[in-house]
């Protein structure tokens, strides 16, 4: 069992930045790959980022690539979003998924999820 917690949301101005944290606890977090998502009310959640349990790969979502950054660091079991030049409509619930990577399916399974955190942006 992994369990995970986001931190760093709130409020900022458009332009701003932010750096959300997802912290891990539990068994072999660093063999998991890592997804930040978000979900804005009425809309489908998306995947925002995501990074390879060896954080050889990333994956930006066409929206965020450029202004966000995904990173991780295994020694103390934490994923960072690091958010920048935000726009209003990065305004969502953020939320941070561990998972595994299907070769099969070639899809991931996210296992364990966060609460989310939300952030908002303002005009």
């Known amino acids: 069992q992994v369990q995970l917690v986001e931190s760093g949301g709130g409020l900022v101005q458009a332009g701003g930045s932010l750096r959300l944290s997802c912290a891990a606890s539990?068994?072999?977090?660093?063999?998991?790959?890592v997804g930040w998502f978000r979900q804005i009310p009425g809309k489908t959640r998306e995947v925002v980022a995501r990074?390879?349990?060896?954080?050889?790969?990333?994956y930006y979502a066409a929206s965020v690539k450029g202004r966000f950054t995904i990173s991780r660091d295994d020694a103390s079991d934490t994923v960072y979003l690091q958010m920048n030049s935000l726009e209003p409509e990065d305004t969502a619930v953020y939320s941070c998924?561990?998972?595994?990577?299907?070769?099969?399916?070639?899809?991931?399974?996210?296992?364990?999820w966060g609460q989310g955190t939300q952030v908002t942006v303002s005009s």
């Open positions: 990074i390879s349990r060896s954080a050889s790969t990333t």
């Open positions: 539990g068994r072999a977090f660093s063999t998991y790959a």
């Open positions: 998924a561990a998972g595994t990577f299907s070769s099969m399916r070639r899809t991931y399974d996210w296992n364990f």
